[in-house]
């Protein structure tokens, strides 16, 4: 069955640290994929978006997210966390519909 | 305009009204989307539809009926509901349906009392 998966339910950075938030997928062939942010009580915004060719793709906020296909991941960078940062993130995969992750919330200290 | 306006942001109803969320996009998306999501988990699908025709309906009950009065337009009426129905309520639209991005509205958050 299709599935993605987010293992960090919850992580909590320090302000300017970097962050790696993990999701894995499994499909039959590579779907197109996500990474999307909710803040509490909002919609989702796309971060940024791998269809195909280069694996690591660049999205908005300063984000960055790297597709690797030997181990079914894609996922999600910032170099430099941001109080404002703090959010749920969804990965999400299209193969037909789309399908999201658990998500991970992420908490910012100062 | 890249935005998918949904109205109302917040709606309370009862278990015996009948109510109606409206979801609109101007991006020419030829798919548009309902999805439930409750507190701290993810969106889950309800319907799609494409080129103004349901073509996806996850086993949703009765009571929430999905409407595409044309391209740019959808609305799910409600009616009957339980309280167990309270979530926020989020409509997406894409360019073709699969394989392309979906852009999201900020939702509904409904209570049913």
């Known amino acids: 069955a299709q599935s993605v998966t987010q293992p960090d339910i919850h992580i909590t ?43 690591l793709v660049q999205g908005i906020k300063g984000f960055e997210a790297e597709f690797k296909r030997s181990q079914s991941s894609f996922n999600l960078r910032k170099p430099s966390v941001h109080w404002s940062d703090a959010a749920e993130y969804f990965c999400a995969a299209e193969g037909g519909k789309l399908i999201f992750g658990q998500g991970t919330e992420l908490s910012v200290k100062p | 305009d890249t935005e998918v306006t949904q109205t109302p942001k917040h709606l309370v109803m ?13 991006m020419g998306h030829r798919a548009m989307y309902w999805y439930k999501q409750k507190a701290k988990k993810p969106p889950e699908l309800m319907f799609v539809y494409s080129y103004e025709k349901l073509s996806i309906n996850e086993s949703v009950p009765s009571r929430f009926s999905p409407e595409c009065p044309n391209s740019s337009l959808l609305n799910l009426h ?11 309520y989020l409509c997406a639209s894409s360019q073709q349906g699969t394989l392309s991005e979906a852009f999201f509205g900020q939702g509904t958050r409904l209570t049913v009392v």
Not at chain 2, 14 to 26: A, F, I, R, V, Y
């Open chain 1, 13 to 55: 950075v320090s302000e300017g640290a970097s962050l790696e938030l993990r999701c894995n997928y499994s499909y039959g062939a590579t779907p197109y994929l996500f990474w999307y942010v909710q803040s509490p009580g909002q919609g989702l915004q796309l971060l940024l978006k791998y269809f195909s060719g280069d694996t």
């Open chain 2, 14 to 26: 009862g278990m015996t009204n009948k109510k109606s969320l409206k979801c609109e996009q101007h």
């Open chain 2, 78 to 88: 409600l009616h009957a509901l339980q309280p167990e129905d309270s979530a926020l």
